[in-house]
């Protein structure tokens, strides 16, 4: 077992508007404070040791490990943890340390409020470096289907997904983007339409007919 914990803290959608008081406080205290280059620059402080994550995962994992023989590691994910973050590596990858979550509040779920519908029966999906399969992709009656995107995987490439699936041309669509932040950006429009958008490769995608 390694010595000191290892706190995965959701930070949320991005703006300080949207991140816990418990979040707050730990990634205050710490002192190896670990994340994208937007969350360091929102809440690092200078005495803090910063450690950016970048495409080295192996480089990042081994640099966690050596720390935690001596103090605690904060490392900070956008959104919520259990959502597609680092957290599935480190519990894959280090299953010695003691790993501590704080919650945060997911892209899926302001996205949601923002449109202003209940997400208790969407199926919540990620096309972020990933393919949903087919089977995910089918219409049912009064499920919303929900995506997070990249540059890839973009709106108007899942928009033909769900064309070849059956979607009618009708279906709503939203598209949510910088959600928190100053310039965030929600439009709807129809599946015919999101076909040819551009200007949304990160962003959490809605689709209902
Ligand atoms: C690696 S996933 C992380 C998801 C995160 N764990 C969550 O709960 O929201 C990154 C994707 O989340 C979505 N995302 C994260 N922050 C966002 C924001 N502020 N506005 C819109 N989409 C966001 C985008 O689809 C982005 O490609």
């Given amino acids: 077992m390694l010595e000191h914990q290892l706190i995965v803290v959701g930070i949320g959608p991005g703006s300080p508007d949207y991140i816990l008081p418990e979040a707050l406080r730990t990634i205050e205290a710490a002192t190896l404070l670990i994340g994208g280059a937007r969350a360091l620059q929102t809440y690092a402080k200078p005495h803090q040791q910063q450690v950016k994550v970048d495409a080295d995962i192996a480089g990042l994992l081994q640099t ?3 720390e935690l023989a001596v103090r605690e590691v904060t490392v900070m994910v956008s959104g919520d943890p259990g959502y597609y973050s680092l957290l599935e590596t480190f519990r894959r990858e280090l299953p010695q340390a003691r790993i501590r979550v704080i919650p945060g509040i997911s892209s899926f779920q302001l996205a949601f409020a923002r449109i202003g519908l209940p997400w208790q029966t969407a199926r919540l999906l990620s096309a ?5 399969e087919p089977a995910a992709l089918v219409r049912e009656p ?3 289907l929900s995506f997070l995107t990249d540059a890839r995987q973009h709106p108007a490439v899942i928009a033909g997904w769900l064309q070849e699936q059956g979607w009618p041309q009708t279906a709503r669509v ?3 983007k ?6 965030e950006t929600v439009v709807a429009m129809t599946l015919a ?3 040819n958008i551009s200007g949304f490769e990160s962003c959490v995608m809605v689709v209902m007919e």
């Fill in 193 to 195: 339409e999101a076909l």
């Fill in 128 to 132: 972020h470096g990933r393919k949903p």
């Fill in 174 to 176: 939203w598209l949510c």
């Fill in 64 to 66: 966690i490990r050596q």
């Fill in 178 to 183: 910088n959600l928190s932040y100053p310039d």
């Fill in 142 to 144: 009064g499920v919303a």
